[in-house]
């Protein structure tokens, strides 16, 4: 159940009455923090398992909750689509999205909710970004976007992920005939290897576990896109070029050249502000220990809160992120 904290222009000039504004350090700053109305518990919702975001997700769920005292964790969804809805309906505290499906919910186009604005969606702290990769078993002989044979059976990741979201579209403009297989990504890895399905295409923070278990035991391919694919794609979706490093797996030895969207934690505007200062506090005052559950939160750092473009933030995210030198968009406080 979420609990209301009257309206943020309230919730603000309380939490800055008892002191936030005098505070020299986070942990300074939550010792004045009022934590009566704080849940019991909450639940982050994540993706399926094996890909990024179910580790990632109830990494964070778990280190908080032990930091606070509270009962926490990941709850395996559909991935972003599905988390929007979760969060936007008071489901789910939290969830995790990219920026592409949240640019849609946000406009009332969600696949899973078309024509509802999701309107009670705020943004918690950035997470990491997202590369599109691609495996196939190198058996197959594929080894780029070029060489996927028509009507070929490609694996997208869970229905409504960011995955089945973007990556059949981008296919499809670069000229793919294929048949769309849904699942999650331990399942797919597994299809693949059972040559069930042809490839499998997903979208995930690196090292996807899926990706290094199917790899440690078969021989494949690991690849992008090509420079006029990238070219082609970046101007038609909301993704930018990146390259996935080498060192990433241990199936490539150079640079994997691609597109990425950026990943933010997402909550119920109807969280508590003191509440979520001190989600985010955790959070992002300790990247040592968010890097120990997973890589990619090496990009989990509070000065990367400049890659969310377009979902309003959280009252409690936004005092956090100023009270340590962040200037949020005046545009985008929620």
């Known amino acids: 159940m979420l609990h209301r904290f009257t309206t943020p222009a309230v919730a603000a000039a309380a939490l800055l009455a008892v002191g936030f504004a005098q505070s020299s350090t986070p942990a300074q700053a939550q010792e004045g923090c009022d934590r009566s109305d704080f849940p ?5 919702g994540t993706a399926s398992q ?6 990632y997700g109830s990494g964070w769920a ?4 032990e930091e606070l005292g509270l009962n926490a964790g990941g709850e395996v969804t559909g991935g972003p689509v599905q ?3 979760l969060v936007q309906t008071g489901d789910l505290e939290f969830g995790m999205t990219t920026m592409g499906p949240a640019s849609l919910a946000l406009a009332g186009e969600s696949p899973l909710a078309p024509g509802l604005v999701h309107d009670q969606v705020r943004a918690i702290f950035p997470m990491y970004v997202t590369p599109f990769k691609i495996m196939t078993l190198a058996s197959s002989g594929i080894d780029s976007i070029g060489s996927i044979p028509a009507g070929a059976t490609i694996g997208v990741g869970p229905a409504g992920g960011t995955s089945d979201t973007y990556f059949p579209a981008m296919l499809e403009l670069l000229g793919v005939e ?16 059972d040559g069930l399905i042809d490839v499998f295409a997903f979208a995930g923070g690196v090292p996807i576990s899926a990706f290094s278990q199917l790899e440690a035991q078969v021989d494949v391919n690991i690849f992008g896109f090509n420079e006029d694919e990238i070219a082609a794609v970046v101007e038609a979706f909301p ?3 990146f390259d996935i490093p080498a060192d990433t797996y241990t199936s ?13 934690a997402i909550g ?3 969280l508590p502000d003191c509440f979520v200062y001190h989600v985010v506090g955790t959070v992002m005052s300790n990247n040592d220990a968010m890097r120990q559950i997973h890589s990619a939160a090496a990009a989990t750092l509070p000065e990367n809160h400049t890659q969310n473009p377009l979902i309003p933030w959280h009252p409690g995210a936004v005092l956090w992120f100023e009270e340590n030198g962040y200037d949020i968009d005046d545009g985008l406080e929620g």
């Open 252 to 264: 490539t030895d150079a640079d994997v050249p691609t597109v990425s969207m950026w990943n933010f």
């Open 239 to 241: 993704v930018a070029p």
């Open 83 to 85: 988390n929007l809805a």
């Open 268 to 270: 119920s505007a109807d």
């Open 62 to 65: 778990n280190m908080v909750a």
């Open 40 to 44: 019991e518990s909450f639940t982050v």
């Open 50 to 55: 094996g890909g990024t975001y179910f580790t």
């Open 178 to 193: 294929f048949d769309k297989q849904n699942g999650g990504a331990s399942d797919l890895a597994g299809q693949l290897q």
